[in-house]
């Protein structure tokens, strides 16, 4: 019987962990290469955890992410904590973010066809811009943020927004006299605060509730949800349903990302970010109602206004205004308004 050296065993043990080790740098080389099929989307989200839009775009980023078997998986970060929406539209058209939720708002500067839709008392109802935007004319919206790097996947939207103040309801344009408003800082509101008469004070949303508190202003404007959530119905106890602004938001993919797809998953992320879009309004719809009920249960005087004729008439030099300086988009204008 031949005998094994300790030499031997130590060849036999060195061949052995040689093997183990090929196999183990195997394994990992298959899962870097695995791992490196996975794209991790970043996506930028205004809202708080639970907001209805938050919770689509969660829907939206776990369909993506179960249909494509994880080739694309998607992460919100809620709150703006990727930093404020025009930073946010800049780094998404670079490819340093790859989707967002935007309100088309802010992005005037980037798209100016956009502008048009913070024209005052454009739509004339939630469900018309619906049917506008999920049309031919949203299409063109869509065309023109494609130019600009931002593939449009769905249109959410952000309800609409009305007056609300401490001193009086608003039935008639006339009662906005002399009342000092809140606005967003666009030209197109301060503008529709002056053609009313009131005094419009443009500053940030963290500043109204004080602001109302103590004097400062008399009111603001915007949706139920907001109203309820910011706790500004603690101060403003009235609340007068002017619809005047109703703005569409995009779920918007970068272009590099949306490219960088096949085209079988630009399939599956385009039919999630409609799915998103059919759950947020549904969220939207049950958001505003629990918020009345909220604000009305704290003594909020609420009242309607059902011919808003008269508000619109006021609005007539700021259209003609517009339209005087982007005389391109008076038909786009009308085509808005003569959709049913």
């Known amino acids: 019987m031949s005998k094994v050296s300790v030499f031997d065993n130590k060849k036999g043990n060195t061949a052995v962990n040689a093997r183990w080790v090929s196999l183990a740098a195997a394994g990992l080389l298959l899962g870097s290469s695995l791992a ?98 999920d049309g031919e004319i949203g299409e063109r919206f869509a065309d023109a943020l494609a130019e600009q790097n931002l593939v449009v996947l769905s249109w959410f939207g952000s309800g609409a927004r009305s007056f609300y103040d401490t001193d009086h309801p608003i039935e008639t344009p006339d009662d906005v006299r002399g009342l000092k408003l809140r606005v967003m800082n666009n030209d197109l509101y301060v503008q529709m605060v002056d053609a009313l008469g009131g005094n419009a004070t443009p500053m940030s949303y963290g500043e109204v509730f004080q602001s ?83 604000v009305e249960a704290a003594g909020v005087e609420i009242n309607g206004i059902e011919d808003k004729q008269a508000f619109q008439d006021r609005m007539e030099p700021i259209y003609q205004a517009f339209i005087d300086d982007h005389p391109e988009m008076e038909s786009l204008i009308d085509d808005i308004r003569n959709t049913p």
């Not at 490219?259 to 947020?280: C, G, K």
Request: charged residues 25%; aromatic residues 10%.
């Open 36 to 133: 490196a099929q996975a794209d991790t989307w970043r996506g930028w989200n205004v809202h708080p955890d639970g907001y209805p839009n938050s919770l689509a775009l969660k829907s939206f980023a776990d369909e993506v992410a179960e249909k494509t078997e994880g080739r694309v998986e998607p992460r919100v970060y809620n709150n703006a904590v990727l930093g404020d929406q025009p930073d946010a539209i800049d780094q998404t058209r670079n490819g340093a973010l790859d989707f967002g939720n935007f309100n088309m708002g802010p992005m005037g500067p980037i798209v100016p066809e956009t502008d048009v839709l913070s024209l005052p008392f454009l739509f004339n109802g939630v469900d018309q811009m619906y049917r506008v935007m």
């Open 212 to 294: 109302l508190k103590t004097g400062v202003i008399d009111g603001a404007e915007n949706n139920f949800p907001s109203f309820e959530s910011s706790n500004h119905y603690e101060v403003a106890k009235y609340f007068s349903e002017t619809e005047h602004l109703i703005i569409p938001e995009c779920l918007c993919v970068a272009s590099s990302s949306w490219d960088a797809l096949s085209d079988e998953d630009q399939e599956i992320v385009r039919a999630a970010a409609q799915s998103a879009a059919e759950e947020q309004r549904r969220l939207w719809d049950e958001r505003v109602e629990e918020s009345r009920k909220v």
